[in-house]
């Protein structure tokens, strides 16, 4: 089967300036994540989504970050305006259920500059 | 509040020998512990995972083993080989269904 896509792979874009990241999900997986994954650090959920509702989204900055997922398939997150700190890789996974065993996509590496 | 205690941040063995990963989680409801593989550059990719029916399974070279009365897990990896060096991720799915990480280990296979 089709793994987790994501795009675009590599963003470099400056401060204060907006990016988009898209992710489509493995067919058929419900949830949907996204993770910001600092360098030396573990992935940190920023927003779960079921279907095309948001379960979790405690740890999303919403002053800046936004996310959807509006047809319970395709999803993308904005950053706007980014900042230096966001300089991070995101990344999105999939799973059949909640709590169930998440697939990752390659991830995008933006910086900030 | 939720968290998973790693231990350690990291860990260097001779290759052939033995590697421990240890954790901890604070959500006794908790009932599926995955662990993920992340080598540099590339996506977390799960290895093996273990659910709070069991309190052990392995494939191949590595086990986990689950202690729910303790509330920790461990990582073992045998006859380790260079391909093993990589940073390990321990997590808990907690009774809200949020997976919970642990913040790594590198481990580091000694040639």
């Known amino acids: 089967e089709a793994g987790v896509a994501q795009s675009p792979r590599y963003k470099i874009i400056e401060k204060r300036q907006s990016v988009a990241f898209w992710c489509n999900p493995i067919s058929g997986h419900a949830t949907l994540y996204w993770y910001q994954q600092i360098l030396g650090q573990g992935p940190k959920l920023l927003i779960q989504?079921?279907?095309?509702?948001?379960?979790?989204d405690s740890q999303l900055p919403k002053d800046r970050f936004s996310a959807e997922r509006l047809k319970g398939v395709d999803s993308t997150l904005k950053i706007q305006p980014a900042k230096l700190e966001d300089s991070a890789v995101y990344l999105c996974a999939s799973s059949l259920e909640r709590g169930g065993e998440q697939y990752f996509g390659p991830g995008t590496r933006l910086t900030v500059t | 509040g939720e968290n998973v205690e790693q231990h350690p941040s990291t860990l260097s063995v001779q290759e052939g020998d033995s590697a421990v990963i240890k954790c901890t989680y604070s959500d006794s409801a908790s009932n599926y512990f995955p662990w993920y593989k992340q080598e540099l550059g590339k996506r977390p990719q799960l290895i093996i995972d273990i659910r709070s029916n069991v309190g052990e399974k392995k494939d191949q070279r590595i086990a986990v083993t689950l202690n729910k009365t303790a509330k920790h897990f461990s990582l073992h990896i045998t006859e380790t080989q260079p391909e093993d060096s990589a940073v390990y991720f321990c997590a808990a799915v907690y009774s809200n269904y949020q997976l919970i990480w642990g913040a790594g280990t590198k481990l580091i296979i000694k040639p």
């Open positions: 989504f079921q279907n095309n509702g948001v379960v979790d």
